[in-house]
């Protein structure tokens, strides 16, 4: 069952593999959010996460640091960007450390789930 | 002269040569009323994707001087200067902080390399917006102390009248 954090993030888990969806303005304040969301219990072991931002309409620098960090600490998967969302990857010159897939059932696929 | 004062948050003064200054304090609510002035100003001069670039720009320089310029203090300003020159949308961003050591803006650190800094001193996740900013516009330059920055955005529809002299 998705659980709803803020207007901007929710997340499901299965005790495998988290599905964290960010949705609307990920600015520094969410980004802080989801820092935190990820360090708290119960997700603070959790190695697997797919991060869905199908719905991202603006990405500032403090929301790609925490994805490139999150990158560096666990296993991550992007699923479905949105064009703002690969736009700003770009332009911060870090897009190639992503593994993206076109959808959340795809990057799930790809932890060998279903 | 102040021709605009929106309660204590935002002050605004049109200066000679067309240069418009805007002061605004270290808060939210004060970055989110210069910004509306700056998309009124781009919307002038500027398209639609350079306009969204510069806005996306000036954002990420101005929290920046608010948080790591001004450590955060509500009570320190943060002034920015805008117009057009030469076919050029040049805005200067100024905080009053003791600047920051620059070498780290030059290219010559990696943004991971800058990220992975910002871990070891405790800092929280961040060190892409420089690199973002100089992606987006034209020319980006420090002052040596760090304090200061200056933007500037080609018009690509070429010089245009002044809208703010």
Redesign the interface.
């Known amino acids: 069952m998705e659980k709803t954090v803020s207007n901007e993030i929710a997340y499901e888990d299965d005790g495998t593999v988290a599905v964290i969806r960010l949705r609307g303005r990920i600015t ?1 304040a969410v ?2 959010t989801l ?1 935190k969301l990820i360090a708290d219990p119960p997700l603070e072991t959790r190695q697997r996460m797919v991060l869905s931002l199908g719905g991202v309409e603006y990405l ?3 929301g ?3 994805l ?3 990158t ?1 600490e666990r296993q991550v998967k992007l699923a479905a960007p949105s064009e703002v969302v690969r736009r ?1 990857l770009g ?4 897009y190639p ?1 992503f593994e993206v897939h076109a959808s959340e059932a795809e990057a799930v696929k790809a932890f060998g789930g279903t | 002269m102040a021709d605009e004062k929106p309660g204590d948050d935002l002050e605004s003064y049109q200066n000679l040569e067309g240069w418009v200054e805007l002061t605004a304090r270290s808060h939210g609510r004060s970055l989110d009323l210069l910004m509306k002035k700056i998309e009124e100003a781009a919307a002038l001069t500027l398209e639609e994707q350079e306009r969204q670039d510069l806005l996306y720009a000036v954002r990420e320089i101005c929290e920046n001087a608010m948080e790591w310029g001004n450590q955060g203090d509500q009570s320190r300003k943060i002034r920015v200067s805008y117009g057009i020159f030469e076919g050029e949308f040049v805005l200067k961003v100024a905080d009053e902080g003791e600047g920051f050591d620059t070498r780290g803006v030059d290219g010559s650190l990696n943004p991971l390399d800058a990220m992975f800094n910002r871990k070891r001193e405790g800092k929280r996740p961040g060190g892409f917006g420089i690199t973002m900013v100089k992606n987006l516009m034209d020319r980006v330059l420090y002052s040596d102390k760090g304090n200061v920055v200056l933007l500037s955005k080609n018009l690509r529809k070429g010089t245009q009248p002044n809208p703010f002299a």
């Open positions: 520094q980004a802080e820092y500032a620098s403090a790609i640091g925490a490139v960090r999150l560096g700003a332009l911060a010159e870090v450390l």
